[in-house]
């Protein structure tokens, strides 16, 4: 796949691997794939582990820094340059990780200080550190690979916990709106990005958020609750044994198809199965039965480097355990 600085583009052309639909070279997409490559690199070992490590040495994550915010930016395209920041806390923890540890490229440890990390309370669930529009997803990705659990940061933020808290808080909104939406409820919950009847959107959201949430429109995905099953396993899987027992139509040769939405005059279910919502329920069912992608991931060298100089330590009763 043609690279830039060692990034990739967001979407490319499965049969070329050319950049497809003029997308954008991906930070977080080019993230994501690396944590993907240096997993089963530690997993396969050889010749796949020197691959991985090779695509990991390209990466140039300081091309890819704004130096006056000290932040990454959101994209960048050859036509138009640069765009946005990752200017508040989402998925994009994996970058600081992968970034500070870069043995080519290393970006500044300051990076993950200087990105905003608001803090509020959603009734009785306290201190969430949240995301612009409340998505699940947002609180799952780097989770997926990095094992947070019994560590906080040098700023007592532990952030296995708070994406606890954040699912919690999710599924707490969509009963207190199951009022609004008949396809809300206590076992059919979970917001966050999928495809809806209008197309694909990343605004389906719970509070806390930033956003005023009107992009919801009814629309549920089996993946939030899928990809949170480490974090509430009880309740991830009573919603998916609702999804499976209650409603046939979501079911389909892949599994779960991505969303449903009973708004409408008649009930709407998406005909895709979206590989990254396949993708992040996956991993997370694998982490709940066996830990197997943490236990591998964790291995790498430069993931425990990038950690340590970040200081997400582990806690002193969980070293003690170890």
């Not at 070992?45 to 991985?52: C, D, P, Q, T």
């Not at 994996?94 to 309370?121: C, E, Q, R, W």
């Amino acid at each position: 796949m043609e690279s830039i600085h060692g990034f990739f583009y967001h979407f490319v052309h499965i049969e070329t691997a050319e950049r497809e639909w003029n997308s954008e070279v991906s930070i977080i997409d080019t993230g994501i794939f690396i944590c993907g490559a240096i997993l089963v690199g530690e997993y396969f070992k050889g010749e796949i582990k020197e691959k991985a490590e090779k695509l990991y040495k390209n990466i140039n994550w300081n091309w890819y820094t704004d130096e006056k915010t000290n932040q990454f930016y959101m994209g960048y395209s050859p036509e138009e340059g640069f765009s946005g920041h990752w200017d508040m806390y989402a998925e994009q923890l994996m970058l600081y990780i992968l970034g500070v540890a870069s043995p080519t490229h290393p970006i500044n440890k300051s990076m993950y200080d200087d990105f905003k990390k608001p803090v509020t309370n959603y009734g009785e669930i306290k201190d969430i550190v949240y995301t612009y529009c409340g998505t699940l997803f947002t609180y799952q990705y780097s989770h997926a690979w990095i094992d947070f659990r019994g560590r906080k940061d040098k700023n007592g933020i532990d952030w296995f916990e708070n994406s606890i808290k954040a699912t919690l808080a999710n599924r707490k909104y969509c009963i207190e709106n199951e009022k609004n939406y008949r396809t809300f409820g206590e076992n059919s919950w979970g917001l966050t990005a999928c495809v809806g009847p209008k197309g694909y959107s990343g605004e389906f959201g719970a509070m806390p958020a930033f956003s005023n949430l009107q992009g919801n429109d009814g629309t549920i995905s089996p993946s939030g609750a899928a990809g949170s099953i480490v974090f509430t396993p009880e309740l991830s899987i009573k919603a998916l044994e609702n999804y499976y027992n209650h409603f046939p139509k979501l079911w389909c040769q892949y599994g779960f198809r991505d969303a449903y939405n009973l708004e409408g005059k008649k009930a709407w279910y998406a005909e895709e199965c979206i590989g990254i919502d396949k993708g992040i329920s996956m991993i997370m069912i694998e982490n709940y039965l066996t830990g197997l992608i943490w236990k591998y991931f964790m291995k790498n060298e430069y993931i425990k480097k990038g950690l340590d100089r970040l200081e997400i330590t582990q806690k002193k009763k969980e070293r003690e355990k170890v």
